[in-house]
């Protein structure tokens, strides 16, 4: 029995080709369309496209003629690797048309009945497509990189032990701003202690993602209070985020790393091609997690935990790391749609 | 009138360089002795050291002999940057013969009738050294290089509206670990969530530059709950700190940015050369400040500040940049000098 | 007795910017008009520009409203830091009009009779302006910032020993990519081996600059061969080059480094303020010239030359560097300008 | 069949952590001991080691108590990631004893009868060890990070076209100088034109690599001359190599091109399980190899080379790229011990 065929829409810029990257070898998708902006529609990818992954374009990728982003691909499944500035109506327009577009753009994330996935931690909002408008369609989207690494952490804290208020400041990876990005001018020998529109995603997003599915499909959002500041700097990859946590019921450091290890969930139970095999790591060595250590961990879609200590002002604080084009973008993304395809979500395959 | 003969304790290294490199042309200190350990005794102080500074070494610094750090030197003022695995006793021995000894090392910060000096913040913390057991001879500490741009962005704001508690979380410069200090492997491409022993001091220096000088000539600690995490980044220069205030007296966010800009103190008032004219620069762009191109304003002795905005957990959060060799560490101690100069704390000049 | 009034044509740029952080206190010249594309003018110069220089924007600058490229301008002296893409023709048409153009931009450097000036090595080249076609007006070029330490590296070398052939393997440093620039994904922990039409223009401009000015006005380019490899590297300011040469008369070592550090020419004559003292530095300690340790020497003007050796392929190998965007940019220019005003090339003034 | 176990000298620093990653799962070898010096014997690998690697500690290496650098060891075979500082004595030991040593130190480089081996390019060489002063016992050399990439370039335009000459210039990784190594404040924002002794290695040891084997079981060195430039840049894996040749007799850029990707040799004839299908990529786009993109590839075992064009100079000029800690170092090493094992070398396994 044969793969089940993927669209790739915005295959062109980083997001899009991180896509191929990760699904070049997937047992259960294959890429069998790729479209872009009119300016790249009928070139071949190889022409269309400024190949930056660190692994070669693969051949059967670079000879596919890119096609427009628009409903009437053969494929059924759709990986929106769009820019927010056209993705809000191309998504809609393919999800009208009956596709399952599954986005990592923000356009979406809290339209109705528009579930926002993080598979360990909601798995069952999913069910929230059912509720939606679109018919056979549905959307389905990713949350903001730099959320992603926070909420793994907290889904295990806010499950065992409840949250009150969360606190973070993130030292993000340049990679985050896509390419061509952040000038190299503005970030060797510097950092900028600012990232447009990032700090509302991060106070809001966790919100819907920790909270609860409501009888109209909808969410009722948790009610954590959350302050996010954000940074950008030197690094490539992988976001690095200093977590401070106050408890409903403050419990001790051993309980905490006992959560985080011991924390499992669907994606493990069923064991998703893409899941990590354990979720989150903690390391015990003051000076982890590190991106450039441990951003790889599980290719890319674990999350590393580290320094837990006391708060005078909050109950504890810690550090928390993940890979924002994997487990952040991309990788997220398609672990999504493994999810979808093992709980019976997608099209008759 | 000829200018005061100084001493450098510790003038081989990193720090040590830096008094060399910003005591150059001094107005008023001329450095006449270089001192280092043992093994550098003896030798020209050019091929006892290796310089790592962007100007060039004087050639009269180079010409010198590097003595012991013995306390029968010539000067009765002596600028030590020594390591802390050695400078308690040190500092102690010149202390003792009647030495002055300004040190950028943390071994007495918190000694009775010691003062921790930032200038601008409590000069008037320099009458403790009166209580001192050493007779004509005194320690006066300078805080640690993050602690310092911190506490000139508290201070105006504990002295209008009242603080009750800080959080901060900084973006450091590997200067900061002086030379060699951090491996390059482990930095490029990389961030690091720890610095030995930093946020420690973070913690707790600024209760005691905060706290109120009393009658036994000490000083009360200041009532501030203050929560630190320490970060390395891949920056040459300059400390970056997000920080998070709850005041006694909320205070709006135009009140503040008066309190920062109109900020003076006795440096200014006494002119000293050293001082910058405005010891803090607020930014209304959101992408300011950042390490690369605001660490050097007033030739590095100022802080910058930026990002004033609302905070849901604490009043207000913003963001705080110093120049951490310059005003953290060797600018920040010849300030402290000209200060006790400039009020005649020094002895017969 | 008044400054000079000059105008800055396409003043927004990098480049341009530049300009004005250089020009800000000049003995000399005072910027009174800025000029730009079509889309920045009739702007605030501060809101026309992303002001990205070190210094902060002078206010008076960011006041000034930005005219356009055209040749109604009132100062007769124009520095053109335009884009290659434009500016052959506005660069035409000012001196057409009548004005001065003194340009950073790649142009005309070739054009007949046009000037292609390093002041310390060709200063003599400045008299083709009068066989130039443009009447009261006149064209004169700046080479390559790559070109520039290359040269003053070897013009002494020619004019002592006579060259023979040069191999040169530059590592230049980002901003002279201009901003955006290079986006900081393809540097940050890499090195890229081409940097687009650079190699060519190293491999030719040198002729021109070291040939000897004939009879028509025009230059018979030098009979040296030149092979030159282009690479970027992850340095904010200051270009590299390994140098190799081949000479007519082999020199000694010795012989060598008395040329550099002897050569003065007509800028340090007519003690141009621009100029430095001692336009090449030699290093004798291997690890040197290094980029962040020297690019600022004698503010950004002096070329920094070491590691001269015997090199079994060629006579000598040697390392020079300069900075890019100051001796090889805009300060460049500008000691073109000084030396047109010192020598009465300049109209009327 | 069980593995051969092998052991590592030197197995604390960073070489030596390069060979247990790559070893971790090696289908003929299998580490038994690790050997360090005498102030790690006696401890637990994990706490005697600093782990600076990417992936995680094996922990079954972790476990093994350290032994000291005697030749008291069970496994025949070991591995050598010793300093020169004492790698010379030591490693001579160890033949004496009847041990296989396999080495990544310079010290016997250029010993009689000692082959310095690149196994694509010199596997005959081997042959040497049966001309060894030490019994059952031998040593056999693995050449300079920075050689080895450069001759893996040249040996098929050695073998195809001759060579008379070659010219390199570097821009070398910080993981070359191992660890702690390089300063970061020697680095970030810098490039250094020195790098002690490599440029004598990188000019001698190509002609041993590419010479012949002669009756007395030596090598006659290649006539080839060679001059070579070193630089250090912000990189953290991955020698770039600025090449230029002369020939014997000059070919067409596609005749290169052509040696280039249909060079194998007997590591690929032999299948051996660390050799890279393709040792030499050729890339046509102007911007590659790049150390970023390129340095992985075959796991890090094969060299990429690019932008082939004649040289004015030379006949041709070109880039090359490797990996230095792998295809360089540890994994270099490990072909050897393949190559060695494959060809019946090694003592009854």
């Not at 693969?58 to 059924?76: A, D, R």
């Not at 970030?187 to 991060?202: C, R, W």
Request: hydrophobic residues 40%; aromatic residues 8%.
């Amino acid at each position: 029995m044969g793969k089940i065929g993927v669209a790739i829409l915005g295959a062109t810029g980083s997001v899009g080709q991180k896509f191929l990257e990760l699904l070049a070898d997937h047992p259960i998708f294959e890429v069998t369309e790729l479209a872009a902006s009119e300016k790249s529609a009928e070139k071949k990818y190889k022409d269309a496209t400024n190949w930056i992954m660190q692994k070669s374009l693969p051949k059967n990728f670079g000879e596919m003629i890119v096609k427009e982003c628009k409903p009437n691909l053969n494929s059924k499944i759709v990986f929106s690797a769009l820019d927010a500035s056209v993705a809000g109506d191309i998504e809609e327009d393919f999800a009208k048309a009956g596709y399952i577009v599954i986005s990592n753009a923000r356009n979406h994330r809290y339209d109705a009945n528009v579930p926002l996935i993080i598979p360990e931690v909601n798995p069952d909002h999913l069910e929230m497509i059912k509720y939606q408008k679109y018919g056979s369609g549905a959307i389905i989207t990713n949350p903001n990189c730099s959320t992603i690494g926070l909420v793994l952490a907290l889904k295990p804290l806010q499950k065992n032990f409840g949250l009150e208020s969360v606190n973070v400041v993130t030292l993000q990876a340049i990679s985050g701003a896509g390419y061509p990005g952040l000038p190299s001018m503005d970030i060797i020998d510097n950092s900028i202690p600012f990232i447009g529109g990032e700090e509302p995603k991060m106070e809001k997003e966790p919100l819907k993602i920790l909270g609860k599915l409501n009888a109209k499909g909808d969410v009722d959002f948790a009610n954590i209070k959350i302050s996010a500041q954000c940074n950008r700097v030197a690094v490539n990859d992988g976001h690095l985020e200093n977590v401070q946590v106050k408890f409903v019921k403050k419990p001790s450091a051993q309980e905490i790393i006992e959560a985080w290890i011991n924390f499992k969930s669907e994606p493990q139970q069923l064991n998703l091609p893409s899941a990590p095999k354990q979720p989150i790591y903690y390391f015990y060595e003051d000076k982890y997690p590190q991106p450039k250590i441990h951003r790889n961990l599980e290719n890319g879609m674990a999350a590393s935990v580290g320094r837990l200590r006391e708060c005078s002002l909050f109950d504890f604080k810690f550090v928390v790391l993940s890979h924002n084009t994997v487990r952040g973008a991309a990788g997220g993304t398609i672990l999504i749609a493994e999810l979808l395809h093992a709980k019976g979500y997608l099209p008759n395959e």
